[in-house]
């Protein structure tokens, strides 16, 4: 069961990419970015009185997750809003090898053959995925692309951080206590940006302007939050799994990026989201 909640998952976290890209379209980062934590802890905050405190010993590991999580927001929010979501979707599709290997080393999983199958397949594509944003001029020197970099790596580390948060096998939290406490931390942290940074130079960078876009981030991140960690609450879930099958999202946002934001060279990664696809396929035959 735990794979059709990744699926799941993945299809609304395609929508949140898409979404946030709209939102940003020459828009400030840092209020976007700090609308979509308060609408989020608005949502989880019921769960805030269901599932109490819990004490800080808990509370610190939740901390921890608010400050990695956002900081991978934050360089991901900058590099969405500059680079073509065609390329960004694909280029954080590479996220999950990161969590794979680091969930053989760190938490002893293993795969069995069609997982492997589909693991390796999606290694290709996403490599190939990323030379199809070189070839759009979007080289890794680019401060966008290293802003990016960043946003995959740090997102990396917290998808290997929830299941040591969350698994059985170690520390057990509710997931609903972790995603209503650390949405609030977020928007705490955010409104202390916004306040401290972001406001005394907003008249010399980039403009803030509502869109309808906006609320859209946060209803589909928080529906894809909450399957994600569900998913990775039931203890067969193997996160490297679940995170390479979340990161199918990009076949959303391609979508997106194609018929909605007519983004260019689409011809030329129709071979790059074929093997992703082949690769879902062999990672949910394995997973049955």
């Known amino acids: 069961m735990w ?11 395609g929508g949140y990419d898409s979404f946030k890209k709209m939102a940003l379209k020459d828009n400030a980062v840092i209020p976007v970015l700090l609308l979509n934590t308060l609408l989020c802890s608005l949502i989880f905050s019921p769960w805030l009185f269901r599932t109490g405190f819990g004490g800080w010993a808990d509370q610190q590991y ?19 809003k500059h680079l073509p979501l065609t390329i960004v979707g694909p280029i954080n599709a590479t996220r999950p090898v990161l969590v794979l290997v680091g969930a053989i080393f760190l938490f002893g999983e293993q795969l069995n053959l069609l997982q492997w199958a589909g693991v390796l397949i999606a290694m290709v594509a996403y490599f190939l995925m990323r030379l199809s944003g070189q070839k759009e001029g979007y080289k890794r020197g680019n401060k966008w692309m290293v802003c990016l970099i960043l946003a995959v790596l740090l997102g990396a580390a ?25 949405s609030l931390y977020q928007a705490l942290i955010m409104t202390v940006l916004a306040l401290f940074v972001w406001l005394p130079r907003r008249a010399s960078t980039t403009p803030f302007h509502w869109s309808r876009a906006i609320p859209f981030i946060s209803i589909f991140l928080c529906g894809a939050d909450f399957l994600y960690m569900k ?4 203890p067969d879930a193997l996160i490297a799994v679940v995170s390479m099958i979340r990161r199918g999202s990009v076949l959303v946002s391609f979508g997106i990026g194609a018929l909605v934001l007519k983004e260019k060279n689409l011809k030329a990664k129709a071979l790059d989201l074929g093997l992703l696809l082949l690769s879902m396929l062999l990672l949910y035959l394995g997973s049955r």
């Open 231 to 234: 998913a990775l609450s039931q």
């Open 3 to 13: 794979w059709l909640l990744a699926f799941g998952s993945a299809a609304l976290l």
């Open 62 to 80: 939740i901390l921890a997750k608010s400050v990695l999580v956002l900081s991978s927001w934050m360089a991901g929010y900058v590099a969405m």
């Open 158 to 182: 917290s998808g290997l951080y929830d299941k040591y948060l969350m698994s059985p096998e170690y520390l057990g939290l509710d997931r609903m206590r972790v995603l209503s406490w650390y």
